[in-house]
């Protein structure tokens, strides 16, 4: 656990790790792909390779990191997993809401699961809340999303597979776009990032452009009509 190459985020945090494919975007998980290497490094929290885990030991990491910074939590699994226990992820929102000084990002593919345990579930205004959302047939998750009780709500259109067409960003806090990278990295078209970049800029939503990907994601970069795009949510309004 630590510091990130994550572009938009600064740490990551993993008190849950391995998970199951559920849809497209699953198809060349990078994280499978890293928790087979760290297994065979002998790395004690890949011992049970990409099975689902409970590390219970990391759950107060967070509270012995003192200097203030963003998180994305179980960045190799997903807290809404169905083998992941109520009472986990019960005890993971509590100890974000302890360790208010710094910022926590959840993704989720799994939206109904998180829509289930709304009423279960103390969400604190540090937690931003995302869904991920790989091409169109997969929008619904939004519509989970916005019956979150999350102050702040995120999209991550990432691997982009398709134009997503009109989308409803107007619950939204932060898009993040991006293309697939690695061993069969499945293309991206400017004009299907574009489109969603065209409709943040419309609607006020900052938008966060990761990266072009493909096998060698240094080479094809971050640039998109000749600049980055970094833009982060706007967090002063009140919860």
């Known amino acids: 656990m630590g510091r990130s190459t994550i572009e938009w985020t600064e740490s990551t945090w993993n008190p849950v790790t391995g998970c199951t494919k559920i849809?497209?975007?699953?198809?060349?998980?990078?994280?499978?792909?890293?928790a087979k290497?760290?297994?065979?490094?002998?790395?004690?929290?890949?011992?049970?390779g990409f099975r689902v885990s409970i590390h219970e030991h990391l759950?107060?990491?967070?509270?012995?990191?003192?200097?203030?910074?963003?998180?994305?939590?179980?960045?190799m699994s997903d807290i809404f997993h169905e083998d992941v226990p109520d009472e986990f992820v019960v005890r993971l929102f509590e100890t974000m809401r302890q360790a208010s000084w710094h910022t926590f990002q959840?993704?989720?593919?799994?939206?109904?699961?998180?829509?289930?345990?709304?009423?279960?579930?103390?969400?604190?205004?540090?937690v931003w809340m995302g869904a991920s959302v790989e091409a169109r047939g997969y929008l619904w998750?939004?519509?989970?999303?916005?019956?979150?009780?999350?102050?702040?709500?995120?999209?991550?259109?990432?691997p982009l597979l398709e134009s997503l067409?009109?989308?409803?960003?107007?619950?939204?806090?932060?898009?993040?776009?991006?293309?697939?990278?690695?061993p069969g990295a499945r293309p991206i078209e400017t004009a299907w990032v574009t489109e969603i970049r065209d409709q943040c800029r419309?609607?006020?939503?900052?938008?966060?452009?990761?990266?072009?990907?493909?096998?060698?994601?240094?080479?094809?970069?971050?640039?998109?009509?000749g600049r980055t795009w970094d833009e982060m949510p706007r967090i002063s309004r009140s919860s």
């Open 23 to 34: 849809s497209p975007g699953c198809m060349n998980c990078y994280a499978e792909r890293l």
């Open 37 to 48: 290497r760290l297994q065979a490094m002998g790395q004690q929290s890949y011992e049970n």
């Open 59 to 75: 759950l107060p990491l967070p509270l012995t990191w003192r200097k203030p910074q963003r998180i994305f939590v179980n960045s």
């Open 106 to 126: 959840l993704l989720t593919k799994r939206t109904e699961r998180m829509g289930s345990l709304h009423g279960m579930i103390h969400w604190p205004t540090n």
């Open 141 to 158: 998750r939004l519509d989970h999303l916005r019956r979150s009780p999350a102050d702040i709500k995120f999209a991550s259109f990432e």
């Open 165 to 182: 067409g009109k989308i409803d960003l107007s619950f939204l806090d932060w898009v993040i776009v991006g293309g697939e990278s690695g």
């Open 202 to 225: 419309e609607s006020g939503v900052p938008f966060f452009f990761k990266q072009w990907g493909g096998t060698n994601k240094r080479r094809t970069g971050r640039l998109l009509d």
